[in-house]
């Protein structure tokens, strides 16, 4: 499976906040949408993601008054991303390797989704029910 078929399952939606938004503002937004981290452009520019491990390990070494700060101040500058060609196993790959839950995905220099961990995972599920399904049906027509 790639990653274009888990694009294609769970929709193309790109959530993305400015860096000049105070990190109140996009704490507030994750929680609303349920999220655990957000990309950061400047128009169709990736310029970083903002995750719950940022928020904490600002908060964390500046006290609550970073929440006043804008997300640019904080957010993880270098992006690890993903192209929609790439495989479940090879994504899993690089979120292990990289201690990561969100990776961004890139065709031709644009970002056309983001994946999570949580996607990965449901994907995999649903291949391995799937491959116990088919073998269920061989067993029990030989």
Same mark, same amino acid.
């Given at each position: 499976?790639?990653?274009?078929?888990?694009?294609?399952?769970?929709?193309?939606?790109?959530?993305?906040?400015?860096?000049?938004?105070?990190?109140?503002?996009?704490?507030?937004?994750?929680?609303?949408?349920?999220?655990?981290?957000?990309?950061?452009?400047?128009?169709?520019?990736?310029?970083?993601?903002?995750?719950?491990?940022?928020?904490?390990?600002?908060?964390?070494?500046?006290?609550?008054?970073?929440?006043?700060?804008?997300?640019?101040?904080?957010?993880? +500058?270098?992006?690890?991303?993903?192209?929609?060609?790439?495989?479940?196993?090879?994504?899993?790959?690089?979120?292990?390797?990289?201690?990561? +839950?969100?990776?961004?995905?890139?065709?031709?220099?644009?970002?056309?989704?983001?994946?999570?961990?949580?996607?990965?995972?449901?994907?995999?599920?649903?291949?391995?029910?799937?491959?116990?399904?088919?073998?269920?049906?061989?067993?029990?027509?030989?």
């Amino acid at each position: 499976m790639t990653v274009q078929a888990i694009l294609d399952s769970k929709g193309h939606d790109i959530i993305h906040v400015t860096p000049d938004v105070t990190l109140a503002e996009a704490v507030k937004l994750l929680a609303e949408r349920r999220i655990g981290a957000v990309l950061v452009m400047s128009g169709h520019v990736l310029d970083g993601i903002l995750s719950e491990r940022d928020i904490v390990r600002v908060i964390a070494e500046r006290g609550a008054d970073a929440l006043a700060e804008p997300v640019g101040s904080v957010m993880t +500058r270098k992006v690890i991303h993903c192209k929609p060609a790439d495989t479940v196993g090879a994504i899993m790959e690089k979120m292990t390797s990289g201690k990561f +839950r969100h990776l961004p995905v890139l065709h031709e220099d644009r970002i056309v989704g983001l994946i999570s961990i949580g996607d990965v995972v449901k994907t995999r599920v649903a291949e391995f029910e799937h491959e116990q399904e088919a073998l269920r049906e061989y067993i029990a027509t030989a």
